[in-house]
């Protein structure tokens, strides 16, 4: 392009002497062409220059259309099947009755009327919607006789495997009683170390490599451990639900997803753990990370440890947006977690538009999840750490974009702690805005961008390095 403008300059500006009307017009169609061309090529380059800018910041997220379930039309009431909704009578039976009628009559809504219905562990079925109304509620047995005990593994309380078009609606509540789960089958972190391990907890929604899936406006409270967890799933839809438990419930979180093209909008989520976490855990399919576009839109994350990935992610993540969302009170805001052996690929993550209130840690990427407990194997200073060989779970996280995000009120701005062996890379903070207690931390990291941001900390410098390459704001270490 250097070459060409100067003979363009020198083109439109030479002399012509005009002898005739068809000449001049000519002469005026030859200089709008080069002009045109002056232009076309400098708009070109322009746009070049602009475009390779916004790339180096920006990224999006293409989700698919996500269909709905389709349900037929017919209706079947849990108390025509002899369901009594005392809150005292053991309602199981009938209830899995009418599922089972339902299927065969191939499918349509089981309906829960007001009404409190105390039921053991069921299963779903698929062309069906378990439909509870204003004021019924589902109430889980807590008596663990009623769960059959398999592999030091309660079965979970209500769950779906292999279905389709599959639905749990209604402005009711499934109330999962874990009071006494939490108090009798949780090891105590101080237990010697010969202690046995208590049976695993039941989760209290489990449906497992389902299609076409709606959770909507239900409330599900008070877990034995996970509430929703839609695992191998594809084509998902979690819609207005709201989830709690109390702040110290142990492993409570409350949406552990994994799976193929979900839509998670408009919920609310007040947990004991992790509010959301996605879970690449394992390689479900050959050639295709176990969690793949993803879209999270205006919830709420009160209690609990935020918006996670992991903490174990040897089946791999791409393509995620998390938009739109408050977070006040919880431990984390954006948290990204694994360790060494636990680890895999998180590529092509986005968060934009993120208000966060008394978040103790609004940024965490680290490969050191490890280090959360002083229960977990022993700690490591990231700082101090030694490359180890890379294998297929070393943990990597790269090409991720963190936009107008504000945060006041926190502890520690952030910690960005990648591996020796594998930096955290090309992660673009643009308009983030953090005032907290301490500043920022990164540790093994390249490609870390600060765009129109900002780090305030009460003490000590706002941003501290090692073994880190940042650009773009004032940095301590390197």
Not at 38 to 65: H, R
Request: glycine fraction near 8%.
């Amino acid at each position: 392009m250097k070459e060409f403008l100067p003979w363009l300059f020198k083109a439109a500006g030479q002399g012509y002497c005009v002898t005739s009307i068809r000449e001049m017009k000519s002469m005026i169609v030859k200089r709008t062409t080069l002009l045109l061309g002056i232009v076309g090529v400098c708009l070109y380059g322009y746009l070049q220059v602009v475009g390779v800018a916004q790339t180096s910041v920006t990224q999006t997220t293409t989700l698919p259309k996500i269909p709905t379930p389709v349900i037929p039309p017919k209706v079947f009431r849990i108390t025509d099947y002899g369901a009594q909704g005392d809150g005292k009578t053991l309602d199981t039976v009938a209830l899995q009755k009418t599922i089972a009628a339902c299927s065969e009559a191939g499918g349509g809504t089981v309906l829960v009327p007001p009404g409190t219905f105390l039921i053991g562990p069921c299963t779903l079925a698929s062309n069906m919607n378990l439909h509870l109304e204003k004021g019924a509620t589902l109430l889980l047995s807590n008596n663990p006789s009623d769960y059959v005990l398999r592999e030091n593994r309660f079965q979970d309380c209500i769950a779906a495997k292999d279905c389709h078009d599959i639905a749990i609606t209604g402005a009711g509540t499934i109330d999962g009683q874990g009071a006494y789960w939490w108090e009798h089958s949780v090891k105590p972190k101080n237990a010697p170390a010969n202690t046995p391990t208590p049976p695993h907890r039941p989760f209290l929604v489990v449906l497992t490599h389902c299609t076409r899936v709606l959770v909507q406006d239900i409330s599900l409270i008070n877990s034995p451990m996970f509430h929703l967890v839609p695992q191998r799933c594809q084509d998902v839809r979690i819609e207005g639900v709201h989830i709690t438990a109390p702040e110290k419930a142990p492993n409570t979180d409350a949406i552990d997803p994994a799976g193929w093209n979900f839509f998670i909008t408009k919920c609310v989520l007040n947990v004991g753990d992790d509010c959301i976490a996605v879970k690449p855990s394992a390689l479900m399919e050959p050639g295709r990370p176990s969690c793949d576009n993803f879209l999270i839109t205006d919830c709420q994350f009160l209690h609990g440890h935020g918006m996670s990935i992991g903490g174990q992610t040897p089946g791999g993540l791409r393509n995620m947006t998390v938009r739109n969302c408050t977070f006040e009170g919880t431990d984390a805001g954006i948290r990204l977690k694994a360790s060494r052996g636990s680890g895999g690929l998180v590529e092509d993550v986005t968060y934009e538009n993120l208000n966060m209130k008394a978040v103790k840690v609004p940024i965490l990427i680290t490969s050191y999840y490890n280090n959360n407990s002083p229960t977990d194997r022993a700690r490591v200073n990231p700082a101090q750490d030694v490359a180890q060989p890379v294998d297929a779970k070393t943990p990597i996280w790269r090409h991720i974009r963190i936009n107008n995000v504000t945060a006041e009120g926190s502890g520690v701005a952030g910690q960005i702690f990648g591996l020796p062996e594998m930096p955290v890379s090309d992660v673009v903070l643009t308009d983030v805005h953090i005032a907290a207690s301490k500043g920022m931390e990164i540790v093994h990291a390249k490609g870390i961008q600060f765009v129109n941001s900002q780090v305030n900390a009460k003490s000590g410098a706002p941003v501290v390095l090692a073994d880190a390459q940042v650009t773009g704001i004032a940095t301590v270490g390197k």
